[in-house]
């Protein structure tokens, strides 16, 4: 059935941002004393906010980080965006086909909107979403809990149940599938059995989803 409305995750789903951003996660976490790799920084934390991220590390520590600590990061990750950010490939032509056929989109991430704005703007995808463009900053809870796309949906004017969630991490899906949505995951980088028992739909390339969400035309070739 063809949804009333999709939403779409950002990082690892519009933007192939996440290998940079954990690369420098990882280097900033094993800075503060706690070595941690980049598998596992990007295994414990893709799909969550930054917050997240300092509260565990805090934990770890045992003690509070530095004032400065998040924007340090946030400077060094945003340079590094600005270096070599890319669109996931075959994104845009997949947005475009979507719009064509009348089914509003948004973005709900757990960025926050400054970070959104640099990174679909970057990529050239911002026009796509307009106004349509939430940030877990806007919600009490962050993924895995519901409250992000729950809000989404409720600012777009549809029901959960009439919605898809396009998500690419295991919080996100947990997410999607607790606000009662149906979520297709993409796992082209990421664990596809682990978000096939979370309840995501496994896809690998998007140029499949406009087939998963019922629509029959295919991507136009002249997009990128």
């Known amino acids: 059935m063809i949804p009333a409305l999709v939403i779409f ?5 519009l933007v192939d941002s996440e290998t940079i951003a954990n690369r420098i996660m990882a280097e900033t976490i094993t800075a503060t004393g706690v070595p941690i790799t980049y598998e596992e920084c990007r295994a414990r934390f893709v799909g969550g906010t930054l917050q997240r991220v ?9 003690k509070p980080l530095p004032a400065n600590w998040k924007s340090d990061f946030e400077v060094r ?11 996931i490939s075959g994104v845009a032509a997949t947005i475009e086909t979507i719009l064509q056929n009348e089914i509003p989109i948004c973005v709900a991430s757990s960025g926050n909107p400054d970070k ?3 990174t679909l703007g970057l ?9 349509n463009i939430f940030s ?6 962050g993924k895995p809990h519901p409250d992000i796309f729950l809000y989404a949906a409720e600012q777009m ?7 898809v969630v396009v998500e690419d991490s295991l919080l996100g899906t947990t997410a999607g599938m607790a606000a009662g949505m149906r979520v297709l995951a993409y796992a082209a980088d990421n664990d596809e059995d682990a978000l096939t028992a979370a309840g995501g739909l496994p896809f690998a390339d998007m140029a499949e989803l406009p087939g998963l969400l019922g629509i029959d035309e295919k991507v ?5």
């Open 9 to 13: 995750d950002c990082d690892g789903v």
């Open 54 to 62: 300092a509260d565990t590390v805090e934990q770890w520590l045992g």
């Open 123 to 131: 990529t050239g995808l911002r026009g796509y979403f307009g106004d």
């Open 220 to 224: 136009p070739a002249s997009a990128d």
């Open 77 to 87: 990750r945003n340079a590094a965006f600005r270096k070599g950010l890319q669109p």
């Open 136 to 141: 877990a900053n806007m919600v009490a809870r």
């Open 116 to 118: 959104m704005e640099l």
């Open 157 to 163: 004017g549809q029901m959960p149940d009439t919605c």
